[in-house]
């Protein structure tokens, strides 16, 4: 069964510092997607990153990253420079590749991240 | 507007009433998405919605039920609710069913309180 594990329930960093948000997955899936979602306090759900099981380079969206590691199954989250406003719940989600079959999601539990000054 | 929008934002009701939450999407996606967001749990799916068509139900109970009366408009109407069904329900849109790479954008959910 797939699975998405977030072991950090919450992360501080100071600004202007990098934070790596740790995210590990388990699926026998050969083509895959994963995904980084931030949820402020406001509760909508924003999407950051995505990295495809195929891809070579890891995904870069401005000061997010991810650090895609296929042979551990690892997908961490990079955030580069904080700042204030990241401070939210960060979740790594996982969409396996089912063919003509229903675009599921599949989420961590997420790290609240908080960042001070 | 732009994007996922949900509506109420914050909800409370009774076990007895029957409300419904709404959710429209203006981003002409064909697939449409009920999420639950309990405390301390991972996001749980509860209904796919492609074209128009449910095709997927998550064991929801059936004091959830879901309507699609167009692609861009999705609701969850409740009724006989229990105290455990308070949550955040967030609904989500992509361009298709496509597996992998589609990605889901999200609105904002709806805060309910079940009392």
């Known amino acids: 069964a797939q699975k998405i594990t977030q072991t950090q329930p919450g992360m501080f960093v100071q600004e202007k510092e990098a934070v790596t948000l740790d995210c590990t997955y388990d699926?026998?899936?050969?083509?895959?997607?994963l995904f980084w979602y931030k949820q402020p306090s406001s509760g909508e759900m924003i999407f950051l990153i995505y990295q495809g099981s195929y891809d070579e380079q890891n995904a870069t969206e401005g000061r997010y990253s991810l650090n895609f590691q296929k042979a551990r199954k690892s997908a961490n989250l990079v955030i580069s420079a904080s700042q204030l406003g990241d401070s939210a719940m960060y979740f790594c989600a996982m969409s396996p590749d089912i063919p003509y079959n229903t675009d599921k999601l599949i989420f961590g539990t997420g790290t609240r991240l908080q960042v001070f000054p | 507007e732009t994007g996922v929008t949900q509506t109420p934002r914050h909800l409370v009701m009774g076990m007895t009433n029957k409300k419904s939450l709404k959710c429209e999407q203006h981003?002409?996606?064909?697939?449409m998405y009920w999420y639950k967001q309990s405390a301390k749990k991972p996001l749980e799916l509860m209904f796919v919605?492609?074209?128009?068509?449910?095709?997927e139900n998550n064991s929801v109970p059936s004091r959830f039920s879901p309507e699609c009366p167009n692609s861009s408009h999705l609701f969850l109407h409740l009724h006989t609710l229990q105290p455990e069904d308070s949550a955040l329900y967030l609904c989500a849109s992509s361009q298709e069913l496509s597996g992998g790479a589609d990605t889901q954008y999200f609105g904002p959910g709806t805060r309910l309180t079940v009392l």
């Open positions: 981003l002409g996606h064909n697939a």
């Open positions: 919605y492609s074209l128009e068509e449910r095709v």
């Open positions: 699926t026998s899936d050969q083509s895959y997607g």
